[in-house]
């Protein structure tokens, strides 16, 4: 079965066909860079890298691609709001954004465009638009003649009569039409500038997305993604600006993911449930967070409330359980037991199903299903009186690999695990010395709770998992 995904712009499952074979271009709309991300931000992060390494997963050369916009009207504010200049201002951001979203388990794009370094790029993207008569300058700015793209509406499925009705002219805007978008905007007094054919100025939100995707990937890609909240307007008006520019389709497949809502309401700052990704990763393991988030199809709404996280983290916590499990009879057991195949067969049926799930628009919910199957299957095989090393390595494996897609990190569990046994080891030494036997034997009886056996010889004390 070839992957499908949920196209936006025909509303139906589609078998994802590659403009190459054997490779993806991806482009996703990143963030502004005025602030941390809220957890709203890292749902399309985490959702789409997890497409990406599914892709990989099944062997495609995936080509990801996710832009910064690091000057606009937001990113000039909180500014001149801090003292800072803009650059300095960003810079501090990606940083951060960064910082973040490492912690979440996700990889970088293979190429982070920012818009500052394409003004050029911008420029010569808009000229075009104008020599072609889709764009014209008013008073410094230049503004997008939409009516003039036969297809605009298409990927929000709306008329441009429908548009018409809540379209209106700002103060200030001096265009033909108020369904017109700005292109490029006039500086301000004051505000940070590029020079141009039309004067002193930036460009406007839209433009920046349409021109770092052909610079990057080309006139037409595979998938652009984002939010559900950039379908209109500025998926919708990046269609119209590529198409009109090049000619040709933009995106093949268009992809988005549904909403956030906090305790049942929709984040916000006005609710006092606006969640940062900084302040909740000290409070939440991050791994936890990404689970969370992927327990829900990502086209569906999610609702995160410290019930549902919580179940999460106890869901992962069986995962790596199982997983831990199996991997130190490993290293204890040398014996062949009986029946391999049929064990073997068993951990294929899974990830057969896991595939499944995945190539049926990337349902990680389900895919998670087969991974709580996955271990139910371990812990059931551990209880047979002989193990076979295949059998426990192709658990391992299997568990390893398809953990990959999700971004699970089993060897994490353990590392911190080893860790912490290593401080209080260190701490029952100090005890020991001190003649605080009492601290000692507390120290060896939780260990032993664990699973930890603790064998004090003339070279030191030594451990083993039981």
């Given at each position: 079965?070839?992957?499908?995904?949920?196209?936006?712009?025909?509303?139906?499952?589609?078998?994802?066909?590659?403009?190459?074979?054997?490779?993806?271009?991806?482009?996703?709309?990143?963030?502004?860079?005025?602030?941390?991300?809220?957890?709203?931000?890292?749902?399309?992060?985490?959702?789409?890298?997890?497409?990406?390494?599914?892709?990989?997963?099944?062997?495609?050369?995936?080509?990801?691609?996710?832009?910064?916009?690091?000057?606009?009207?937001?990113?000039?504010?909180?500014?001149?709001?801090?003292?800072?200049?803009?650059?300095?201002?960003?810079?501090?951001?990606?940083?951060?954004?960064?910082?973040?979203?490492?912690?979440?388990?996700?990889?970088?794009?293979?190429?982070?465009?920012?818009?500052?370094?394409?003004?050029?790029?911008?420029?010569?993207?808009?000229?075009?638009?104008?020599?072609?008569?889709?764009?014209?300058?008013?008073?410094?700015?230049?503004?997008?003649?939409?009516?003039?793209?036969?297809?605009?509406?298409?990927?929000?499925?709306?008329?441009?009569?429908?548009?018409?009705?809540?379209?209106?002219?700002?103060?200030?805007?001096?265009?033909?039409?108020?369904?017109?978008?700005?292109?490029?905007?006039?500086?301000?007094?004051?505000?940070?500038?590029?020079?141009?054919?039309?004067?002193?100025?930036?460009?406007?939100?839209?433009?920046?997305?349409?021109?770092?995707?052909?610079?990057?990937?080309?006139?037409?890609?595979?998938?652009?993604?984002?939010?559900?909240?950039?379908?209109?307007?500025?998926?919708?008006?990046?269609?119209?600006?590529?198409?009109?520019?090049n000619d040709k389709t933009f995106a093949r497949y268009w992809?988005?993911?549904?909403?956030?809502?906090?305790?049942?309401?929709?984040?916000?700052?006005?609710?006092?449930?606006?969640?940062?990704?900084?302040?909740?990763?000290?409070?939440?393991?991050?791994?936890?967070?990404?689970?969370?988030?992927l327990s829900v199809h990502y086209r569906h709404p999610i609702?995160?409330?410290?019930?549902?996280?919580?179940?999460?983290?106890?869901?992962?916590?069986?995962?790596?359980?199982?997983?831990?499990?199996?991997?130190?009879?490993?290293?204890?057991?040398?014996?062949?037991?009986?029946?391999?195949?049929?064990?073997?067969?068993?951990?294929?049926?899974?990830?057969?199903?896991?595939?499944?799930?995945?190539?049926?628009?990337?349902?990680?919910?389900?895919?998670?299903?087969?991974?709580?199957?996955?271990?139910?299957?371990?812990?059931?095989?551990?209880?047979?009186?002989?193990?076979?090393?295949?059998?426990?390595?192709?658990?391992?494996?299997?568990?390893?690999?398809?953990?990959?897609?999700?971004?699970?990190?089993?060897?994490?569990?353990?590392?911190?695990?080893?860790?912490?046994?290593?401080?209080?080891?260190?701490?029952?030494?100090?005890?020991?010395?001190?003649?605080?036997?009492?601290?000692?034997?507390?120290?060896?009886?939780?260990?032993?709770?664990?699973?930890?056996?603790?064998?004090?010889?003339?070279?030191?004390?030594?451990?083993?998992?039981?």
């Amino acid at each position: 079965m070839s992957i499908q995904i949920f196209n936006s712009l025909t509303r139906q499952k589609e078998p994802f066909v590659p403009l190459e074979e054997g490779k993806v271009k991806m482009y996703v709309c990143g963030p502004t860079v005025y602030n941390y991300i809220h957890i709203g931000n890292s749902r399309p992060v985490i959702v789409y890298d997890t497409v990406r390494r599914y892709f990989q997963y099944k062997g495609y050369d995936v080509k990801f691609v996710s832009n910064f916009t690091d000057v606009d009207d937001k990113i000039i504010k909180a500014a001149n709001e801090l003292g800072e200049e803009v650059h300095e201002l960003t810079e501090r951001f990606i940083n951060a954004y960064f910082e973040d979203v490492t912690a979440l388990g996700c990889k970088k794009a293979d190429v982070h465009p920012r818009v500052t370094e394409h003004m050029d790029d911008i420029i010569e993207f808009i000229q075009v638009l104008m020599d072609k008569g889709y764009a014209y300058e008013s008073a410094g700015d230049v503004y997008y003649r939409t009516r003039k793209f036969n297809g605009y509406g298409k990927l929000s499925h709306q008329s441009v009569d429908d548009l018409k009705i809540g379209a209106r002219i700002e103060a200030g805007e001096k265009k033909d039409d108020a369904l017109d978008f700005a292109l490029w905007k006039a500086a301000k007094p004051g505000e940070i500038f590029w020079e141009s054919p039309w004067g002193k100025g930036r460009p406007g939100w839209h433009i920046e997305c349409s021109v770092m995707a052909r610079e990057h990937l080309g006139d037409t890609i595979d998938i652009h993604a984002g939010g559900q909240d950039l379908t209109f307007p500025h998926h919708e008006n990046e269609i119209a600006q590529s198409e009109a520019h090049n000619d040709k389709t933009f995106a093949r497949y268009w992809m988005h993911n549904g909403y956030i809502n906090i305790d049942n309401e929709k984040m916000s700052k006005s609710l006092g449930n606006f969640i940062l990704v900084n302040d909740i990763r000290k409070q939440i393991d991050p791994q936890i967070l990404r689970f969370f988030m992927l327990s829900v199809h990502y086209r569906h709404p999610i609702n995160f409330s410290k019930d549902l996280v919580d179940a999460a983290a106890t869901g992962l916590e069986r995962i790596l359980t199982a997983y831990n499990n199996i991997k130190h009879r490993l290293t204890a057991t040398a014996s062949l037991g009986d029946h391999s195949e049929q064990w073997l067969e068993k951990i294929e049926e899974q990830k057969a199903h896991f595939e499944e799930a995945m190539d049926d628009d990337f349902n990680t919910a389900n895919g998670i299903s087969v991974l709580f199957e996955l271990a139910r299957i371990a812990n059931i095989y551990l209880n047979e009186t002989n193990t076979n090393e295949k059998v426990l390595s192709h658990f391992l494996e299997t568990f390893e690999a398809l953990g990959d897609v999700l971004g699970i990190e089993f060897a994490k569990e353990e590392e911190l695990l080893d860790e912490e046994i290593e401080a209080l080891l260190q701490e029952r030494v100090e005890a020991r010395k001190n003649r605080d036997f009492a601290r000692s034997d507390e120290i060896r009886d939780h260990l032993q709770a664990q699973g930890i056996i603790l064998e004090d010889t003339r070279q030191g004390t030594r451990w083993k998992r039981g």
